[in-house]
């Protein structure tokens, strides 16, 4: 079992990086891959991101793809998800997850963690 915990959030302003964290509890880690997807206020969840376990393989929703980056750090359990150039449509709760594989589809996720809020302001 992985135990995933978010951090990183916060309010910046239209322009502006922030760099998400999850670390990964479970000696299981580095079998899945990591996706992290979001939320917005009246919206379904979204994906955003998805990093194969050897971090070889990395798959980005169009509307980030140029902007965000994600990575992650075995000997850590982490994963990160580096944003710039951020845009006030990027304000959702933002949740890591693990996979089988990389895949896109949010029901496709087993293991959430709980998420941080990201505010962009214009």
């Known amino acids: 079992q992985v135990q995933l915990v978010e951090s990183g959030g916060g309010l910046v302003q239209a322009g502006d990086s922030l760099r998400l964290s999850c670390a990964a509890s479970?000696?299981?880690?580095?079998?899945?891959?990591m996706g992290w997807l979001r939320q917005a206020p009246g919206k379904e969840r979204e994906f955003v991101a998805s990093i194969s376990w050897t971090g070889g393989y990395t798959v980005y929703a169009d509307s980030v793809k140029g902007r965000f980056t994600i990575s992650r750090d075995n000997t850590k359990n982490t994963v990160y998800l580096q944003m710039n150039s951020l845009k006030p449509e990027d304000t959702a709760v933002y949740s890591c997850a693990g996979s089988r594989g990389v895949v896109t589809n949010p029901r496709e996720y087993e293991y959430w963690g709980q998420g941080t809020q990201v505010i962009v302001s214009s």
């Open positions: 479970g000696r299981t880690f580095t079998r899945y891959a």
